[in-house]
């Protein structure tokens, strides 16, 4: 029997800008679902309930309950090569980080998503971020990895709302880029109705 389960989501597949992030958590077999219960699909919680999930994610990291990764894509990666390699790079390294292995691991994953193909006992599941919560702790870690990181950037280009719409083609950041031009944190790839 596969020693860990882990779960895997992607946020930011859609966005103008910023990088795309893979959240995965890892937990034992024998994993107390108790100490999780109520999770849910990140984009079913508020800002507030996301950040709250994380530091209770991250308490149980500290006391050894599980363990989870958070990799990111550049918005270079995914220009260059494609918003589907950059997501399978952030993929690969989260479980690189995890120390995960076909051997040790059993993986869930939402939606499009898949692990490299060496890991035999994974299973992609539509909505897998909300009806499994292994998958879910992902989804949460990842966007509040992702949407911190997009805070930070928005410090720096300070133009284009950044903190608000976390790069996502709202009506202001779209206005923003046509006011301003595209900075380096924009998916040229995904902005050519700009140029």
């Known amino acids: 029997m596969r020693k860990f389960l882990v779960g ?3 946020v930011g597949r859609g ?3 910023g990088p795309v992030a893979v959240g995965a958590v890892a937990v034992p077999h024998d994993f107390d679902w108790d100490l999780v219960s109520g999770v849910r ?3 079913k919680l508020t800002p507030r309930a996301r950040e709250e999930w994380s530091k209770k994610l991250q308490n149980l990291r500290s006391a050894k309950k599980l363990d989870f990764s958070v990799s990111f894509s550049s918005v270079r990666m995914i220009d260059r090569s494609g918003i589907v390699f950059a997501i399978r790079s952030a993929l690969a390294k989260c479980l690189k980080q995890l120390g995960a292995t076909p051997r040790n691991c059993e993986i869930l994953l939402d939606g499009s ?3 490299p193909k060496k890991f035999l006992a994974q299973k992609t599941i539509i909505h ?3 009806l499994e919560p292994v998958i879910s702790m992902a989804s949460i870690v990842a966007k509040v990895w992702r949407d911190n990181l997009m805070r930070r950037m928005s410090v720096q280009y300070p133009k284009y709302g950044l903190d608000l719409h976390k790069g996502y083609g709202t009506l202001l950041h ?3 880029i046509e006011k301003h031009g595209l900075s380096v944190l ?3 790839s995904f902005c050519k109705r700009f140029n």
């Open 174 to 176: 779209r206005q923003a």
């Open 8 to 10: 895997i989501d992607e």
């Open 128 to 130: 897998g971020d909300d």
């Open 186 to 188: 924009h998916r040229k």
């Open 15 to 17: 966005p103008l800008a």
């Open 41 to 43: 699909d990140s984009k």
């Open 113 to 115: 998503l898949y692990a």
